[in-house]
C-alpha cells in the first residue's frame, strides 16, 4: 500500500512539472524579437541617442523604470507596451553622464532594433509626479 501511495505521489510531482502553461522566455538564441505596439511612435536611431546627458533622456522617454548607478556606468531602463530599451551612460572623469549605447528586447527577452523600441517609449513615455 505505501508503494502504491509513493508511486502516485512521484506520478503527481512530475506531472505538475509538465504543464508548459508558462510563457516561454528566449536567452541566447537567435530567435528575433516582435515588435508589435499600439502606439509604435515615430523610430529613433541610436546615433540620436548617443551623446544625451540624463536631463535629455528625460525629456525623451520620460522617468526610467530602473536607474542603476554603477560609477562610473549607469544602466537606465525604459519601458513601452511593445518593448524594454536600455541605455547605457558613462562619465569619464567626474563629467555628466552621457548615453553610450543601447538595446532593446520584446517583452519575451529577444532583441529588436533600437530605434523602433525608442520610438514606441518616446511615445508612450511616463512622467513620475
Do not use: H
Amino acid at each position: 500500500m505505501k508503494s502504491a501511495l509513493g508511486a502516485l505521489a512521484l506520478v503527481l510531482l512530475l506531472g505538475g512539472c509538465a504543464t508548459g502553461s508558462g510563457q516561454q522566455y528566449s536567452l541566447g538564441t537567435d530567435e528575433k524579437g516582435v515588435f508589435t505596439s499600439r502606439n509604435p511612435g515615430t523610430p529613433i536611431p541610436l546615433d540620436r541617442i548617443k551623446g544625451l546627458d540624463e536631463v535629455q533622456l528625460a525629456a525623451l522617454f520620460g522617468t526610467g523604470a530602473l536607474d542603476r548607478k554603477d560609477d562610473p556606468a549607469r544602466a537606465m531602463r525604459y519601458q513601452s507596451d511593445a518593448c524594454v530599451l536600455f541605455v547605457y551612460l558613462y562619465r569619464r572623469s567626474g563629467t555628466a553622464w552621457k548615453a553610450e549605447y543601447a538595446d532593446a528586447y520584446d517583452l519575451k527577452l529577444r532583441p529588436l532594433p533600437v530605434d523602433q523600441c525608442a520610438g514606441s517609449v518616446a511615445a508612450q513615455k511616463r512622467r513620475v509626479a
